[in-house]
């Protein structure tokens, strides 16, 4: 009884997505972000799903769950990604249940990573690269500080120190946050809450100026990012009213 | 042996009384089904009794700790791979104790070449409102019997658990707070162990949630809590 999911996944095998040299044309193309603020971790991504040339859908929640301590953005083939996620949620609840304790963030963060190298054949493909974004903390640690792993497509993860992001569009984030995290007043790792999801939405839109596969903020009508705040305390989900609160109040 | 009818059902009936005399050391658990969720609770000497199975789905059980732990392991990986292939919401108590733990049990406890498991408990699954609460008494044997009451309680001698099922029901008003319930399941529980009769036992005057030299473990399938996981463990002190 090692609480390992997947090997009990291996007896009773879910079918694979990957065809027999079928290529259709894989949904991919996003924006997700992670940087750390005063408060915790904030973890947002825009809606949009992208086949080639067409907007296969602007409600994609890219932003999940995986449990109480731990998030995953996920950039690439969503069929693969959303799989990766649901596989990774119920792995980590039946550790917790059958180990009657927590898999540790190392444990989750390589968890992830066997995940993507399992994935390698659909990668090399090209219709089942995954490139995410993790965000978790120690939920047995009270003092434990939110951290942001990144990974390469093959599996190889990496903390970034401020910031992370994955995506058609975090070219231009990246470059903001970099810009910010040397020369801001406040740097985003001081932002309070409230100006941190102002920030995170305001990325949004300057990734959505320069890429047409990101779904942009219409502040105007009510629609923000997905956004997440990951603290010692777990995953709070920054709503749209509150969101729009925050906008309102940081308009000139 | 078993080729002669006889010799089987000497085996059997010997069987029975083995797991019997090994069950005496056992303190009874107890599943009550309230307007907050599901209250389990057990009374041991460090060893837990009450666990989380899956995201609406709790057990309690009384019997020989590895066994306890073979029985829960089972049914986490049976609703795991469940909820995995299809979804959490097809994870119920029927399909469970029917498919893969009921029969588990069975075979273990008729393959008499073989030490069967020792353990007696109570399956609970947390639905939408009280009513919709599944309760099931499930024995070494692998038979089971739900329950149409809202209080079921697992002990090793069968017979005195239905009188303190109906005691505790009796003694409850419906809008008894979580820690009066737990306290009236520890005074069944304390009749139980003491060998007492139900018929003249009164209800605890106050609220003493303590047995010296005992742990009491308490969990709660709680309808009020957010998401998709119910199950919190109880700090009755």
Redesign the interface.
């Known amino acids: 009884?090692t609480g390992d999911?997947l090997a009990?996944?291996q007896q009773?095998p879910?079918p694979s997505v990957v065809g027999d040299g079928h290529n259709p044309m894989p949904l991919e193309a996003t924006t997700v972000f992670a940087f750390h603020c005063a408060d915790g971790v904030i973890i947002g991504g825009d809606h949009r799903a992208t086949a080639g040339h067409t907007i296969f859908s602007d409600r994609t929640e890219k932003i999940l769950e995986l449990d109480?301590h731990s998030l995953m953005a996920i950039a690439g083939v969503p069929a693969m990604a959303f799989e990766m996620a649901?596989?990774l949620q119920?792995a980590f609840?039946?550790y917790r249940?059958?180990q009657?304790q927590a898999m540790s963030l190392a444990g989750k963060v390589r968890a992830l990573s066997r995940l993507l190298r399992e994935n390698l054949p659909a990668t090399l493909q090209g219709v089942g690269a995954v490139s995410p974004v993790f965000a978790g903390v120690e939920s047995d640690d009270p003092g434990a500080r939110p951290v942001i792993y990144f990974y390469d497509p093959l599996g190889a993860h990496f903390e970034a120190a401020a910031y992370a992001g994955s995506g058609s569009g975090t070219t231009t984030i990246k470059s903001v946050l970099h810009y910010l995290e040397t020369w801001g007043h406040p740097r985003p790792g001081e932002m309070p809450l409230d100006q941190a999801v102002v920030l995170a939405n305001r990325l949004l839109m300057t990734a959505a100026e320069f890429d047409a596969a990101t779904g942009g903020v219409h502040a105007e009508q009510q629609e923000f990012a997905t956004i997440k705040l990951l603290s010692t305390r777990g995953i709070r989900t920054i709503s749209a009213q509150e969101q729009a609160r925050f906008w309102k109040d940081a308009q000139p | 042996m078993t080729e002669e009818p006889y010799r089987w059902l000497e085996a059997i009936s010997n069987r029975r009384e083995y797991i019997r005399d090994r069950s005496k050391g056992g303190t009874p658990v107890f599943a009550v089904s309230r307007p907050e969720g599901i209250l389990l609770l057990g009374v041991g000497q460090g060893q837990s009794k009450v666990f989380e199975i899956y995201d609406r789905h709790a057990v309690a059980a009384l019997g020989h700790p590895v066994d306890i732990e073979k029985l829960r392991q089972t049914a986490i990986e049976a609703a795991h791979l469940e909820g995995f292939n299809r979804s959490a919401r097809d994870v119920t108590l029927r399909r469970l104790i029917s498919f893969s733990l009921s029969g588990m049990l069975k075979n273990a406890f008729e393959q008499v070449f073989a030490p069967p498991i020792i353990v007696e408990a109570i399956f609970a699954e947390l639905g939408d409102s009280p009513a919709q609460d599944a309760l099931v008494r499930l024995h070494y044997d692998g038979d089971h019997q739900y329950s149409t009451s809202r209080v079921v309680v697992a002990h090793r001698e069968t017979g005195t658990e239905t009188q303190a099922a109906e005691w505790i029901s009796k003694t409850l008003a419906s809008t008894d707070p979580l820690p009066r319930v737990a306290n009236v399941c520890l005074a069944a529980w304390q009749a139980l162990n003491d060998g007492k009769s139900f018929q003249d036992l009164a209800a605890p005057s106050e609220t003493r949630l303590q047995i010296p030299g005992k742990v009491i473990e308490a969990a709660l399938l709680d309808r009020q809590l957010p998401g998709p996981v119910h199950y919190r463990p109880l700090d009755l002190k």
Do not use: G, K, P, V
């Open positions: 009884m999911f009990l996944l009773s879910f109480s649901r596989t119920t609840e039946f249940r059958s009657l």
